[in-house]
């Protein structure tokens, strides 16, 4: 009896032990991903709070690999006779790691150019609306599902993406699907930017008219905003926080704008003069987690904000030379962002060392306040060049240019987004016309 309760007791403390054990190392790792990812406030808490060391090592996206890694095991029935509540996604908001294109690339590796370059799959496009003025942006919902347009002429169409690819079908007939299900017109000048909510059938638009204005399109007959933001300047870029809670805008005022939701309150960062900032912003973008954001200046510069107290820290003075950066957007792992510029440069630096990692060169954009995208699979990147009225595609780690496509734009193109989830884009032309592109299965 006493060998047996010895064998238990002894069952029971290996057992606390190596759950004390896995515990360190999950925070071990929590505490690396959030310092790797620029999120040091949030690094120091957690460490603090758990009696982790902060300088605890990991590699780059370990985290992120074994949660997903452990997420694939499950879809594989590997863990079978675990509990399926502590390994079900969907109660973490998980799912988008699931997605079967998502891949995991480490832009900071040199990687030689030499025949490593991928194939950039052929697409097939079609013209699928117009606006009466020349299309400014475009926008996919987070789902994929959506896709909106801003125009010149003060409206905005959102289409279903479902409803775009059955027009493109062989044997659709002409009118048998009608991809626009919603046209919203309430601004006064032209739109320059729009961002979809997080969770919920919004839309947002931010216009010359200095105004945000949100539209609800889950309801069929509404044409005007049921909600509008008035700024003190034009309105030249709108983000959605994760949360849905508050908007950045970014205006010909030098600091963003952050927008309170619900109360319209209006948050500017205190620390003007650290930011060293003298340039209207072209684009604000949040990251993923709202740790972050970034913008793109008239400046030429590319400047990172903590997401919490909202200050600059991060200034990459000069990223385009004294041309403008015109878009930046952050990589999926947080740790790089992708900028745009009209010296006719993609680049992509690193965050947290503010190092510029790669550059991708041979498109000429000196006029447009175009963006550079990465496809959906951060394997390759978009951008536009003018004078020959092409889309131009880069290997994302060769920077090696693998494609040079035709527009099928009367003019250059003014505006790519690509969908989230799938390979598909949308361009928009100073032609007035919206195009539609997906890889040909």
């Not at 403008?324 to 010296?343: H, I, M």
């Amino acid at each position: 009896m006493d060998n047996s309760n010895n064998n238990y007791n002894n069952s029971m403390l290996e057992q606390t032990l190596q759950e004390g054990k896995l515990l360190r190392l999950l925070n071990c790792l929590i505490v690396a991903h959030l310092r790797h990812n620029n999120l040091t406030q949030a690094a120091s808490a957690v460490a603090s709070a758990t009696m982790t060391p902060l300088n605890a090592e990991a590699p780059p996206n370990k985290l992120l690999q074994l949660v997903a890694m452990g997420l694939a095991a499950q879809n594989n029935d590997i863990f079978a006779g675990i509990s399926s509540f502590a390994l079900d996604s969907s109660l973490v908001g998980y799912d988008s790691i699931l997605a079967p294109r998502t891949t995991v690339l480490d832009f900071s590796a040199v990687h030689d150019t030499k025949g490593a370059s991928k194939f950039f799959p052929k697409h097939e496009t079609r013209h699928i609306s117009e606006h009466k003025n020349v299309s400014r942006c475009a926008r996919f919902s987070p789902d994929g599902k959506f896709v909106a347009t801003g125009s010149a002429d003060m409206s905005i169409k959102l289409f279903e993406v479902a409803k775009i690819k059955q027009t493109m079908q062989p044997d659709s007939r002409e009118g048998s699907a009608r991809p626009v299900i919603r046209t919203f017109y309430d601004h006064l000048q032209p739109i320059n930017d729009l961002d979809f909510h997080p969770q919920n059938n919004v839309l947002i638009s931010g216009a010359k008219d200095h105004t945000i204005r949100f539209f609800d399109f889950s309801k069929t007959v509404a044409k005007r905003a049921f909600k509008v933001i008035q700024d003190t300047h034009n309105v030249r870029s709108v983000s959605f926080h994760p949360s849905g809670d508050f908007v950045l805008a970014g205006t010909d005022h030098p600091i963003p704008h952050l927008y309170d939701v619900n109360t319209f309150h209006c948050y500017v960062s205190a620390s003007v003069l650290e930011s060293n900032a003298n340039g209207a912003i072209n684009q604000v973008r949040y990251s993923s987690t709202g740790g972050m954001y970034v913008t793109a200046s008239k400046d030429g510069s590319v400047k990172l904000w903590d997401g919490v107290t909202a200050s600059c820290v991060r200034s990459i003075g000069g990223a385009h030379g004294t041309a403008e950066a015109t878009s930046a957007n952050f990589t999926k792992d947080l740790r790089f962002v992708l900028s745009c510029g009209k010296d006719s440069s993609v680049k992509l630096w690193e965050i947290g060392t503010g190092r510029l990692v790669k550059q991708y060169v041979g498109a000429t954009h000196t006029q447009s306040r175009c963006q550079a995208v990465f496809n959906d699979t951060e394997e390759f990147v978009l951008c536009i060049d003018e004078p020959s009225n092409e889309i131009v595609i880069w290997d994302a780690l060769t920077t090696e240019k693998v494609a040079r496509w035709p527009s099928n734009h009367n003019g250059a193109p003014r505006w790519l987004d690509h969908s989230p989830t799938e390979a598909a884009f949308v361009s928009c032309g100073m032609d007035r016309s919206i195009r539609f592109w997906k890889e040909t299965l």
